[in-house]
């Protein structure tokens, strides 16, 4: 059977609790420390440790740090008078007191923290083997590098905004000292995560059980690659997970973001933050890790008044089409004809949910683009990709491919999972759009402040302040 990357709570309680309690309970601040003489003793010690590695990420990034940029971008509607710290995000005039997203960076460094802790200490540990090594190294390389690439986008103007990416990013923690830090280089930030990446995907095992393997660390290449307009390489990334064979689209639109048993998740997940609502002969584990999405969105309730609903420019364009299913079963518009009309997202409208932080079809949409802006994509191969992702939607095929129809198709495909404003921001750098909602794509709120704790760095540079205009 497949095997799919993925974090789950049963893992955790595999492995126990009896050791290090320290190590799961480490809060990230320079007067707590993870001393390798009481805490890390051994290798099954290490493999708690990266265990709570995985757990913090799957804390982040269940939907509440991909909610921030599908906010800023133009998918959801404002929301006014719903969640303060979101209406200012939508209006782009995010403070650096603003404490909900002040706490998804901080948990993104506790995961960076502890991998870096790992991979200090994972070689002088009693039992250590080779292979041991090796793949805890990979896994802990794995976690730091799409923590760095998640706040990176968030916190720092985008790859290509200067000719040379000299332009500020966010601080880059390649080490376990919690010595505060100022900010990298955009570009120093992105070499390190695309070292981290290949060291994971030379040194991860093919099969991994329920965490990151080789194929996650590639999708996420083929991810990173993109941003980076480094085209080649993300098509080549792209096309050796979809040629890999490990990996399926899933034909139900409804699968992507649902409560899956954990022997049977979508064929096309690639690595994916598990949710598990499930008995034991000795337990029930209960463990939810959609609830940035769930919390939100979520609008099956016909009373329902989510905190985020759509856009109106993003549900015309998901149901002008009336033969799409992604506009027939991701939306659903309520107070029909009155003033008070909004849109509904029905994407997330389960409960235990699990969150693909990587899928097969993102890798569809990677290889598609690349190969039209690579040369028109005078072999086809882009377009077979985009006309199976369209026939499971019921629509009809396309005859021929530009990259308008692969940026639309990447807007109805990945909308609310945190793409949209990323793939704007990208456009932005290639010159192929000046405007989101109205506003330049670089004014200085499309980037959030950092939180005020950065500022025990002495001279720490926070991000322009002013918003957008």
Known sequence: MKKIAAFLAIAALAIGTSSCEKILDFQANTDSQIPADSAILTISDAQELLVS????????YGGWMQNIPEVMADNVADPLGLNGEYAQIWRWTSSFFNGSFGGQYRDAYIAIYRANTLLEEVADLEGATPDAIQRISAEAKFIRAISHFHLVRIWAMPYGYTSDNSHLGIPLKISADQTPQMRATVMDVYASIIQDLLDAEADLPTE??????QMAAKAM???VYLEMGEFTDAKAKAGEVINSGNYMLEQDLTKRFSDHHNDNLPAEFIFTLVSTNESTATDTIVDERGTGYVWHYRSDDPNANPALKSSQDMYVAATSDTSDLRGQLWYEARNIGSPDEFYVVSKFNSSFL???LLHLTEMYLIYAECNVRLNGDSDDSGLALINALRQRAGLTDLSSLTLNDVMRERRLEMAFEGDRLFQLKRQG???EIQKI????WDCPGMILQFPNFEGTAQGFVYNEEGGCN
Do not use: E, H, M, S
Request: aromatic letters at 8%; glycine letters at 12%.
């Open 437 to 440: 909602r109205g506003v330049d």
């Open 354 to 356: 699990d969150a693909p």
């Open 429 to 431: 750098v290639q010159g």
């Open 221 to 223: 290449l083929a991810k």
């Open 208 to 213: 991994n059980g329920i965490f990151a393997n």
């Open 53 to 60: 590695v995985y757990d913090v990420a799957a804390n982040t």
